[in-house]
Every structure is written in C-alpha cells, then in structure tokens.
C-alpha cells in the first residue's frame, strides 16, 4: 500500500485548558466523517476524552491518535490528529507528543486572547521547532475581540502572526468568516451543524476592513519571501492567491511565520477552513527534517533515516494503553516498512518484539492494516517489552532515536488495598499503569507491607488514584503526598564491619563482612567505569578466599536491600559506593542468609558514621508573568527557598525560570494565581536531587 506522503499530515491540538480544544476535535472528527453523531464536552460525551476522569475536569491527559480522512480540492488526504494534554503539570505528556508531531493549531480563547498556560505550551513547541497556525476560537462568546486576541500572539508570544482571516461580527452577532486570500465571506449555520459553507461577496460594511487586513497580510507574506519583495514593491496586486499561499506555506514550515484564522468551534463556525489550512500551511512528513538517533553499538555515531520506504525500518514508541484487544502501543514510523508478522527489533533493551496486528485508530473504530510506511502513525497489538520513548527498527540495522527522557519521581505516597481482592487487583492495575506511563513508579515494600506509588506531582498522583478507584474501582485507602527523599553520605567510613552471628543450639548463624564506603557521583561512577545500579556501586575488593565466592553476591543484595530501605529516615539512598573489603566464614554456620544480613548490618553502621545527609527534589520551575508582578512574584520564590536562574522578557510578560525546592511547592499554582490575579503560570518538572541545610533535615527526620 503506497501512501503518497504528501497527503498525510500528523498535527496535534495544543491549547491553554478551556480554549476549546476538546470542542474542536470533536468537530475535526465529525466533519471527517468518523462519527456521526456531535458530541459536546459540556454534556461529557466528547470522544477523544475517554476516560470519566477526564470529563470530570475537563481536560485531556491522555495521548491518543487518530486517522481522519479528509478531502482537500477533490483529493484524499489523511490527517493524523495527535492528542496532546492542555494541562501544563503534565509537561512530560505535552512534550511526548511534541515529539511525534508535524504541525500543530494552537487555539486561543477569543475573549482572553494568549493566557500565561498557552504562552507555556507555545514555548514547548518552539523547542521542539514544531510549525504552528493559530485559531482565535469563541468568536461568538459575549466580549470576543479578535484584534485584541490577534495582538496578544505578537505582544505576548512574539510571535510573527499573520491573520489570513477575520470574523464577521462578534459575540451574539457573530456570523462568518472573511477569507483574506481570497476575499470571500464564509457562511456556516448550527442546523445542518455547519456542514455546509454559503460563500458569499464581502457585506459592504466590512470592504474597507478586508482591504485594510489583506493588504497587511500580503506585506507580511512577501517581506519574509526574498521572492515576491519586487512583485510587492512594484505592484503587490500582480501578486497571485497561488503565490501567496505557496509562499506563506514555505514560511510556516520554516517557522518563520503563523497564520492566523478565527471561528467559533461551538457554533460550528470555521472548523473546516482550520482542516483546509492544515493541508495549506502544515508540513508533510517529508518537509520536516530527518530523523535523528545513534549506533546502538556506539553511542557516539549519529545517524539518520530518511522518510522512505526503501529505508531500514525505525519507529518511535509515544504511548502505551492497555485496551481490551490487547496492549495497543502507538508508534509513529520514521522510515521503511512495517507488515503484520514481522519482528522488528527494540534496541533499547535488546529484545525482538513480534508485531501480531497494525491498526490505523479512528475515534470510534479500528482498520486493520497489513504493513505501513514511512510518517504514519498507527497502533501495534503484540509488543511486549516496549514502552514510550523506546524506538523500533529493522533487526540488522539498528539504531536508536533520541530518548525521551523521564526524571525520576518525586513525589510518593501509600496506597492500601481494602481487601484480599482489592489487593490482587491492585497489583495488576499498578502494572498495566506503570506500562503506559513511564513517569509513574509503583514500589512495595515487603517490611512495612506498604504499597508506594511515586510522580511527577500531586496532581500525577491524584489522577492516578482516581483511575484506581473510579476506573478500575479497586477498593484503596490512601495516604497523603510526601517528598521523595534520598539518603546519602558526605564523607567517608573506612572498615566498618558487619558481624552477624548466632548461636542457637543445633547449627549457628555466621556472616562476617567488612565495606568502606565513600560518596560518588553517577558521572563520577560512569567516568571511572564502575557501574552504578539504583544510585549505588559495588565493588568486590575481597582478597581471596576471606568470603568464600558463593557468598559473596549475598553480601551485595542485603547491601542493596538495606540501601533501598534508607538508613536515617526510609529513603532510598544514592551517590553511595561500597567497597566489600574483608570478612570471614565459618565452615558449618556461614550461609547466604547470614551474609546478606552481615552485608546489612556493615552498610547501616557506615553509613551512620559518614555523614549521612538527606538529598531532596529540586524542582525546574518556568513562571509566565505579567510583568508589573515580577517583584511579588520572584520574592515570593525567595521566600520558598528558590533560586531564580533566568528572567526575560517575551513581548509583554516575563518568563522567570527557578529552581525551588519541591517540599516548598504544594499548592503554589493556586497561590501564584491569586498573586497575579490570575494572570500567571507556571509548569514544573523535577530537575535535581539536592543536599537540604541541616535544620530541614532535622525537621523531616523527626516528624517521620
Ligand atoms: P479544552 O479544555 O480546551 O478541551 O476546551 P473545551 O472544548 O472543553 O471547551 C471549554 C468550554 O468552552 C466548554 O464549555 C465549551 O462548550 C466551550 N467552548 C468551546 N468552544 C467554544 C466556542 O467556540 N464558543 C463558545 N462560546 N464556547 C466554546
């Protein structure tokens, strides 16, 4: 099956939560013609968000794809629509499907205009050099200004907004859309739910307007394009529509420039015109760049796959969801071929996988596929072993596409199943949830016979109980969200030994081990080739014989057992490195239970004599601010012992990047909020451990 890849487009929606997103998609995949029936979010039927979780709030955190057909001037296009989550605690989702994506709409609220969260996911895009247009949406909501919103993407985004449209009245007499290319107004109505467009001359009131626009927008167009500047200089008239659009579409691509157009998703006004513009001005996945990634075998060779069939296969793994066929695992294909049947090869951990079945996704259904190609996006049924960031390529020439990477947790807590029931379920569940959501860690530990679930935030967390509960209605008492520390050490201890010894009548107990340990970093770890497992090196330094070999890897797991566990307050230690340097056996008592506990009890004792200190998460923190509330604001991250790392200006607002300890974030989007009026925001992600001044630590360890 040969798809003609300049008919394909994999676009994504992004948006500040309430723009409308949710209303949009709906209607992309109604005028698509995969469903038939118009669901709204106010009454929780939206397809895309499938979860009830996600109709309760509103918003979409899930990452999902979905092929919408589409015919563009008489041909067949495929459009691939990439959800992607508007909630900005969810960073690391924004930027999974940032990097699978063409193109995006971003949709701005025509009454607010640019809010600080769409400044947050504008900039998320912009790392990502991902080609973007605009829809100023809720152009019939009492109080919308298109001008005022079309200011703000230049004033508060800086960024090159080109309106290629604009409304035809606004609020309650909202009516069209005057297309600026060609000087045409466009009609839809609610009563055959805006499937058909009326075009219609420019009402008379709006002429000079019109003019007033074009002539803005083909000076815009032509001062980026080298091209057309004599035509525009000499007579901008002789200029063609086809000109124009071909050139506004290299622009786009080049990210130089983002069209602007306007409707009203709820009065299905305009929703096509945005579907015409994705095929206009979006790239195609040939327009964008090569894909980038290395040599397995050696991680310094880069290399790249162009987007051909003829191409050793590669693929990138963006989203894993446990489904009722079976594990779906959505790929987006880079380059070469994948058919049913095959075993394609996961580099990252070495295993084959075999792909049973390919399913293009559609909001309702499901098309089986026999093989796919190069810029598609299609879900797989049969992958065991793979999860989101991995890549998939041809077995015999591997290569690995840059990894997406996930920091490690933050934030824990416990979570207790009710029932004997409750609790085998509940194991599943954490299972099939850690599969399709690689920031989330579930851990049990078997002295306390608790149950830790750990995230990227209190919201992460609460999300994931209310999948538990709601969705899966596993019965869990849960406890609150607590820091996750680390346990370390700032200095050495030299010879600490572990003697663990019994003698209980018939056969004894005899475990004798002795360890040096010191702190070390993990580049520190890496650069002297020593591996490092969990934050912690091992190192057999035993002269022969002193442990008789068998026991030896008994000593390292009660070492590692005990690290986990933490020494001064329960916390996982790291930066740790353990010389196993002597110890002693004895012929009839010695036995593998004996060392690890001697391994034990050796670790604890030096670890206490070398100055343990407690690590905490530091937090990565970007504040979109007006600027008149930088001085609030940045005191106020004084305040939360943070560290401002950068400050500019983007047009009307600041962004301040700080790096805030996370013990002192709890309910700090609330607090900016109310700070700011309303008018900041601010998304975090974890970005360090760091050591806490000791008055804190004391104040953590004593309320345990
Ligand atoms: P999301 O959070 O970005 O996904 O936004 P939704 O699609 O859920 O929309 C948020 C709210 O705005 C809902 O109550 C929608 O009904 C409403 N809404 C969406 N589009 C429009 C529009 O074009 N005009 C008006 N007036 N309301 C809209």
Redesign the pocket.
């Given at each position: 099956m040969a798809i003609d890849l300049n008919k394909v487009r994999n676009i994504g929606i992004c948006?500040?939560?309430?723009?409308?997103?949710?209303?949009?998609t709906e209607r992309i995949l109604f005028y698509t013609g995969k469903i038939y029936k118009v669901g709204?979010?106010?009454e929780g039927t939206?397809t895309m968000d499938s979860l009830q979780e996600e109709q309760e709030r509103?918003?979409?955190i899930q990452s999902a794809a979905t092929t919408c057909p589409y015919t563009f001037r008489g041909d067949d296009y495929k459009i691939n629509l990439i959800d992607t989550p508007?909630h900005v605690d969810f960073t690391i989702e924004v930027e999974r499907s940032l990097r699978v994506l063409d193109g995006a709409v971003a949709?701005f609220d025509g009454k607010e205009g640019v809010e600080a969260q769409s400044e947050t996911v504008w900039r998320q895009a912009d790392r990502y050099g991902v080609p973007r247009m605009c829809l100023i949406?809720?152009?019939?909501?009492l109080g919308a200004d298109f001008d005022f919103s079309f200011k703000s993407l230049r004033t508060r985004l800086g960024a090159n907004a080109i309106a290629i449209q604009i409304p035809i009245g606004f609020g309650n007499d909202f009516k069209g859309i005057i297309d600026l290319m060609t000087m045409k107004a466009m009609y839809w109505t609610a009563e055959d739910q805006g499937v058909n467009v009326t075009i219609k001359d420019i009402p008379a009131d709006l002429q000079d307007a019109a003019e007033l626009w074009r002539g803005e927008m083909v000076e815009k167009i032509a001062e980026i394009d080298d091209s057309l500047t004599e035509k525009f200089l000499t007579d901008p008239s002789t200029i063609t529509v086809e000109e124009l659009k071909a050139s506004l579409r290299r622009s786009v691509i080049g990210l130089k420039c983002f069209p602007v157009l306007c409707?009203?998703?709820?009065?299905y006004v305009g929703i096509q015109s945005v579907l015409d513009a994705v095929v206009e001005y979006l790239p195609n996945p040939t327009e964008r760049p090569d894909v980038v990634g290395v040599d397995p075998n050696d991680p310094s060779v880069h290399m790249t796959r162009p987007h051909s069939a003829d191409a050793p296969f590669s693929a990138l793994v963006f989203k894993v969801v446990a489904d009722v066929a079976g594990t779906l695992t959505y790929i987006r294909v880079y380059s070469g071929k994948l058919e049913k049947g095959m075993r394609v090869l996961n580099p990252v951990n070495g295993r084959k996988e075999n792909v049973s079945r390919l399913y293009e996704m559609h909001a309702q259904n499901r098309t089986a596929l026999d093989d796919t190609g190069p810029g598609q996006i299609v879900a797989v049924v049969g992958l065991k072993d793979s999860y989101t960031g991995d890549t998939l390529c041809d077995q015999d020439k591997p290569i690995i596409l840059e990894r997406m990477t996930f920091p490690e947790p933050v934030i824990s807590m416990s979570i207790e199943p009710q029932t004997a029931d409750d609790k085998k379920k509940l194991g599943e569940a954490l299972t099939t949830i850690r599969r399709e959501d690689p920031s989330f860690r579930s851990n049990y530990n078997e002295e306390t016979g608790e149950t830790i679930i750990s995230g990227m935030g209190e919201l992460h967390l609460e999300i994931i109980k209310n999948k538990l509960v709601r969705d899966m209605k596993i019965g869990v008492n849960v406890g609150k969200p607590r820091v996750s520390y680390r346990e370390t050490i700032t200095g050495m201890a030299k010879d600490v030994r572990g003697l663990f010894k019994k003698q209980t009548g018939g056969r004894g107990q005899y475990g004798d081990a002795v360890v040096t340990i010191r702190p070390i970093t993990a580049e520190e770890a890496e650069a002297e080739e020593l591996e490092m497992e969990n934050g912690v090196v091992f190192v057999d330094a035993v002269p022969g014989g002193a442990i008789p070999r068998e026991f030896i890897p008994s000593v390292e797991y009660g070492i590692r057992q005990a690290a986990a566990s933490g020494v001064i307050g329960g916390y996982p230690v790291i930066n740790v490195r353990v010389d196993l340097v002597f110890g002693s056996s004895h012929d009839v008592d010695s036995n593998q239970i004996a060392f690890e506990q001697a391994g034990a009890m050796a670790f604890r004792e030096a670890f206490t004599r070398a100055g343990p200190a407690l690590l905490e998460p530091i937090m990565k923190v970007v504040i979109t601010t007006p600027d008149e509330f930088f001085g609030n604001v940045s005191g106020d991250v004084a305040s939360r012992r943070g560290q401002i790392i950068d400050s500019e200006m983007r047009g009307a607002s600041r962004q301040i990047t700080a790096e805030v300890p996370l013990s002192e974030l709890f309910g700090y989007t609330t607090a900016l909020r109310s700070m700011t009026q309303g008018r900041a925001a601010a998304s975090m992600e974890p970005l360090t451990y760091r050591q806490m001044p000791e008055r804190l630590k004391l104040e953590v360890l004593a309320n345990q």
């Open positions: 948006a500040h939560i309430d723009a409308g997103k949710t209303t949009v709204e979010v106010h939206a509103g918003i979409t508007g949709v949406n809720k152009m019939d909501k409707g009203s998703a709820l009065k």
